[in-house]
């Protein structure tokens, strides 16, 4: 497995060898989608990085709120990779909490979503910290003093053509904060988690090199990309694996999406997988073939995952026919719907981690795998209870290179 040192350098190793994978597909309208590949991604976020600094925003706070979207993933890294340090925000804050916090982090700018334009607007007028720039991922054009992503990254490319390299040799200190996090604390402020390019990228690699995920793998986007699970497993690590991601358009949707786009890896929480079982459970029970279904179960139960995926084929196809990989993480993941998953051929995993350790700490894989564990500690992280009590139950303390550089 080769090593990377940043994420800047995780996007040009991957970008030599998948650049002509395609890295997301986009619905346009029914049955109509846009593929763009690795190597457009890659000169998209370069040439972004381009105009950002342009603008003045080299070493600067940046933040980005919105629904999952590439628009959203291309300015993370945008900002992240060569110009400043990125702020993912949370989508669902009230707007108080959005204003204290862009305050709190003293960001300079912010790539928005649309719904999100009157409130930073009045943030802006009101002079809501240091907040000068609003860049929309929607508009087409520049508009009413607030920046188009889109026309920025079409600054960038000019910028980038007529000899400007300030973005793409921009050295990157892995050691130092480069994404802000926040997180619910123990007491009622949320407290900020200040994570390195060395934290992220040493759980890449850790999960690479356990995880059976390749370049043709198809990733669903469901979880908020601002909680570092969904950002390092669902986003980062398919990009560092070449893998193509489709976005979600909505819990109701999970089910249908993963069979239109044929999904392959999915990373996502209890009660998603909850919800997913008891759809399929009700399918069964109106084709009338659930006895049928018990039965194999307890004559198959023994049998590999491949055998069992045979065996229950058309309730893998009500979900794409394709699943290859389904992470739990977040929560605990109740044992019995696990153990139902397995028995149906499905490869589902739990994982535990923290938004302090760039997440993941342990995860289950196909190898090491029992019903109601979160599996192995990843190979760089040590971990180990302390003051346990006769049930065994005490304290996790964690030690590794993707542990958070401070929280203040």
Known sequence: MDKIVDLKDMLKQSGK??????????????????NITHKEVREKIDALGTA????????????????????????????????????????????????????????????????????????????????????????????NGNYSQEELIKTGKKLIASGNKEFT??????????????????????????????????????ISSILDVNCEDIFLSFLPLHHVFECT??????????????????????????????????????????????????????????????????QYKNENLEKKKQVFKEIHNMLGGNIKLLISGAASLDAEIEEKYRLLGFNMVQGYGLTETSP???????????????????PSVEAQIINANKDGIGELIVKGPNIMLRLF
Not at 86 to 101: A, F, Q, R, Y
Not at 254 to 272: C, D, F, L, Q
Not at 362 to 373: E, P, Q, R
Request: hydrophobic share 40%; charged share 30%.
């Open 169 to 206: 040799d921009a050295k990157i200190d892995n050691k130092k904060m480069s994404i802000m996090l926040f997180t619910s604390g123990t007491t009622s402020a949320s407290k900020i988690v200040a994570l390195s390019h060395h934290n992220i990228c040493s759980n890449l690699m850790d």
């Open 52 to 143: 950002l600094i342009d603008m003045g925003l080299k070493d600067k706070r940046i933040a980005v709120i919105g629904e999952n979207s590439m628009e959203w993933e291309l300015a993370y890294l945008a900002i992240v990779c060569g110009t400043g340090v990125v702020v993912p925000l949370d989508k669902s804050l009230p707007e108080n909490e959005l204003k204290n916090l862009i305050e709190r982090s003293g960001v300079e700018a912010i790539f928005y979503a649309k719904k999100y334009e009157k409130v930073l607007e009045d943030a802006k007028k009101e002079g809501v910290g240091k907040l000068k720039h609003l860049i929309s991922m929607d508009l087409a054009q520049h508009k």
């Open 17 to 34: 060898k998948y650049g002509n994978k395609v890295a997301y597909q986009i619905r346009i309208k029914e049955n109509s989608y846009k």
């Open 233 to 298: 497993v669902g986003f980062l690590f398919a990009l560092h694996k070449g893998a193509k991601t489709v976005f979600c358009d909505g819990i109701r949707h999970i089910p249908e999406n993963m069979k239109e786009y044929r999904v392959s890896v999915m990373a996502s929480v209890p009660a998603i997988y909850e919800g997913i079982f008891k759809i399929i459970r009700r399918q069964i029970e109106k084709q009338g073939k659930l006895e049928e279904i018990l039965q194999k179960e307890e």
């Open 360 to 378: 993941v700490v342990a995860i289950g894989t196909k190898k090491h795998h029992k019903v109601g564990s979160i599996g192995k500690t990843v």
